[in-house]
């Protein structure tokens, strides 16, 4: 009587992992590809002393949005750089902007944040940006990196990306990444069912 009792429960627990994972075969991956891209306009004078121009667009096909960027000159490949609070930032009106920093202990640090940077849109904003000479070059700029946070089904989420020169005035960048959110939900329920089964079988 305890064999046939035996092997009922290791039949349905036989059972019970066979359709969990049938079930976690069947989910869509949900795979999330994130992505940005953007460009940087100087205004070419010397001494630099004018408004230079960054655009960022979330290219990301699926809708994610990005919350925050943070462009940090501090990783460039030759002189420092740094923006000059002394002419004002300015930003065409569009996306949503929540704040900006300037951090004043690492002057080549800046922090946008947003809530409502949807996929497709592009965010504009003007500063002047300058080396230890009071002008700029991309060669100067190039290597600076562009980090842009996005929600991935409510996870945060960075995807880098490094400024690249292209031509004597401008830089642009662009970087995307894939993220696949581990299927939970199904992976939590298989566990369950499996414990209720060897639970079964020891009693």
């Known amino acids: 009587m305890k064999h046939r009792s035996d092997q009922t429960l290791l039949r349905w627990s036989g059972c019970c992992l066979a359709i969990v994972f049938a079930c976690v075969s069947s ?4 795979a999330a590809t994130i992505s940005h891209s953007g460009t940087f306009f100087d205004d070419g004078s010397i001494p630099d002393s004018g408004t230079d121009t960054f655009t960022i667009t979330n290219t990301s096909p699926d809708s994610h949005d990005i919350t925050t960027l943070v462009i940090d000159f501090s990783t460039v490949f030759k002189s420092p750089v740094t923006f000059d609070d002394t002419v004002p930032f300015e930003f065409i009106p569009g996306v949503e902007l929540v704040g900006f920093i300037t951090d004043v202990t690492t002057p080549g640090l800046m922090t946008l944040t947003f809530n409502d940077f949807q996929a497709g849109e592009s965010f ?15 060669w100067r700029m190039a290597g600076a990196t562009v980090t842009a946070t996005f929600d991935v089904a409510g996870s945060p989420t960075n995807v880098a990306a490094l400024m690249l020169a292209g031509g004597s005035n401008d830089l642009n960048w662009s970087n995307s990444a894939t993220v696949v959110p581990e299927p939970g939900t199904v992976t939590l329920l298989g566990i369950g069912l499996t414990g209720l089964a060897w639970g079964g079988r020891r009693r």
């Open 27 to 30: 989910q869509p991956a949900n």
């Open 124 to 138: 504009t904003f003007t500063i002047d940006v300058d080396d230890n000479n009071a002008r700029v070059d991309s």
